[in-house]
Nanobody, 124 residues
Framework: QVQLVESGGGLVQTGGSLRLSCAAS????????MAWFRQAPGKERKFVAS????????YYADSVKGRFTISRDNTKNTVYLQMNSLRPEDTAVYYC?????????????????WGQGTQVTVSS
């Protein structure tokens, strides 16, 4: 009943910026904790950032803290990931996730719905 559609991925130079968007439909978006994960080929999917239902609380992986910003617009049923100061190690498929009754957990099991993923490639 929840569909997540991601956009905004692409190719960017080291030090550049991208903004990912995730549009949600189905159940009430505002009741979900939202998060971003990323996965490089052959690697485990790892937590990037999460945001509470109200947008008042955020949580970041150490690897992106200070560079990435997660936000949400419940009116538009959309969550964003602003990525600045990008590094080649940020290259991955980025996934949007929604948790029905989560509170910014970094664990994959805390999320119930997932987007299709969008590729982010950071070149030197």
């Amino acid at each position: 009943q929840v569909q997540l559609v991601e956009s905004g991925g692409g190719l960017v130079q080291t030090g550049g910026s991208l903004r990912l968007s995730c549009a949600a439909s189905g159940r009430t978006f505002s009741s979900y904790t939202m998060a971003w994960f990323r996965q490089a080929p052959g690697k485990e999917r790892k937590f990037v950032a999460s945001i509470s239902w109200s947008g008042g609380s955020t949580y970041y992986a150490d690897s992106v803290k200070g560079r990435f910003t997660i936000s949400r617009d419940n009116t538009k049923n959309t969550v964003y990931l602003q990525m600045n100061s990008l590094r080649p190690e940020d290259t991955a498929v980025y996934y949007c996730a929604a948790g029905i009754n989560s509170f910014m957990t970094s664990h994959i099991g805390g999320y119930d719905y997932w987007g299709q993923g969008t590729q982010v490639t950071v070149s030197s």
